[in-house]
């Protein structure tokens, strides 16, 4: 039988027994594309829809945050210095040195981050150290929680987040067929959790140690940790919480004002000045907002109000409309987020994200449960938005480490036309508890 000719530079299928393959198409005059222009191709080939909202919500949030920080920054900012952008400038700069690191850790494989966490725990653990054992860490507003070296300063508890939550995913991985003994599980968690924490209480830095303790039951919940293990974890740190907000004067002092309401109109000049500034704000914001750059409280009312009282200048200027789509961003990183641990039977992979789930939307609910007066004033800033470089790139490279995870998803999980993913090998997947997998 004829084989009907086949036009040049179009693919055409070739039988080898019961294999077919497809030939690889080549230019006019036969020659085969470049491997350099396939290698580019490769770099940005189309990633998934959850790889795309993730990074999209976060630009759009770090973009977001510079503007206001301008906004909520200039009148201080030329008070002291006679530059209404000092802190615009800084915040954009580490902007430009947070999001491409970003975008580098998103091309890490989940393998690399897995091997190389003991020693970022390791790192994390002792620069925090040398911030509340040596000369190199000071205190600002009692808490001892940044480091010093020459004009360069950080707070090294923003890299013990993600050591944390790098590490709990680690020991998640390699004890995924022994969840259900605690032995296994609450010992090594326990002991790094307890370094880890132990060292920013020691700082005098109740709200990061908050976070923290957020992170990390939400990494061990969503690993899969039994719950009355977790329920072990909880009594404990309801029997210390008194005797660690009794050991600070200042901390105790700011959690009776709220408790009263900030009723005692003795306490007005000290205690209770943030947060009844920070609530008037919000409240003279009404629906629409009094305009972009139009707050009053900027003007030396408010405290911090381009940190951690930065949304109720969002609430003054933009209304409650502007306050409300912040919020629904952080909602859209959360089920983004929740999408790469359904998808995901990589038990590290799922612990991890989880992990960078509660710290960033728990450190979001925090500051604004601060501004909105339902929790004490605790010094904790608003994730992507508030002023401050350690946060704004730690943050930014957690969310680079999901995004590494998001990569994997086309590739880990074809997903067939009823919605089916295809399930991976037995060495990737992690245990069966109650006939679900972990």
């Not at 990494?219 to 404990?236: P, S, T």
């Not at 972009?292 to 200048?313: R, T």
Request: proline share 5%; hydrophobic share 50%.
């Amino acid at each position: 039988m004829a084989t009907p000719d086949i036009p040049a530079g179009t693919r055409s299928p070739r039988t080898t027994g019961s294999t077919t393959t497809t030939t690889t198409p080549q230019r006019a005059g036969g020659r085969r594309p470049n491997g350099a222009v396939v290698a580019v191709k490769n770099v940005f080939v189309a990633e998934s829809s959850t790889f795309y909202s993730i990074l999209g919500v976060t630009l759009f949030l770090v973009v977001f945050g510079v503007v206001m920080v301008l906004s909520s920054s200039s009148v201080e900012q030329y008070a002291k210095t006679h530059d209404f952008f000092g802190a615009f400038t800084r915040q954009g700069l580490y902007a430009i040195i947070g999001v491409p690191l970003m975008l580098v850790a998103s091309r890490i494989p989940t393998g690399v981050w897995r091997k190389y966490s003991r020693w970022v725990i390791v790192l994390g653990l002792i620069v925090q150290a040398a911030v509340v054992l040596t000369p190199l860490g000071y205190s600002i507003q009692g808490n001892r929680n940044w480091i010093k070296l020459g004009g360069f300063t950080a707070q090294p508890s923003e890299i013990l987040k993600l050591a944390l939550v790098l590490g709990i995913g680690t020991i998640i991985y390699q004890k995924r067929n022994k969840l259900d003994q605690w032995k296994q599980i609450l010992p090594p968690i326990g002991l790094v959790t307890a370094g880890s924490i132990g060292l920013v209480l020691f700082g005098g830095d109740q709200g990061t140690a908050m976070v923290m303790m957020i992170l990390v039951f939400g990494a061990m919940f969503v690993g899969g940790v039994r719950l009355r293990h977790l329920g072990i974890g909880v009594g404990a740190i309801l029997v210390l919480l008194p005797f660690i907000t009794m050991a600070s004067s200042s901390r105790s002092s700011r959690i009776s004002a709220w408790l009263s309401g900030c009723t005692d109109t003795s306490q007005y000049q000290d205690l209770c000045w943030q947060p009844v500034h920070g609530m008037w704000a919000l409240a003279s914001g009404g629906v629409f907002g009094v305009g972009l750059g139009n707050s009053k409280a900027k003007w030396s009312w408010l405290p911090e109000a381009d940190n951690d009282y930065i949304f109720a200048i969002i609430g003054e200027e933009l209304g409650l409309i502007g306050a409300v789509v912040v919020l629904a961003l952080f909602v859209v990183l959360a089920v983004s987020m929740v999408r790469i641990i359904r998808l995901s039977d990589d038990p590290f992979v799922r612990t991890v994200t989880g992990g960078v789930l509660a710290w960033i939307i728990g450190q979001a609910l925090v500051n604004i449960g601060v501004v909105l007066g339902l929790l004490p004033v605790l010094g904790v800033p608003l994730p992507l938005i508030s002023a401050g470089g350690s946060a704004l790139i730690m943050t930014l490279v957690a969310i680079g480490v999901v995004l590494s995870f998001a990569r994997d998803l086309p590739s880990r999980h074809t997903l067939a036309a009823g919605g089916t993913a295809r399930r991976l090998p037995d060495a990737h997947r992690g245990p069966l508890v109650d006939g679900r997998l972990r």
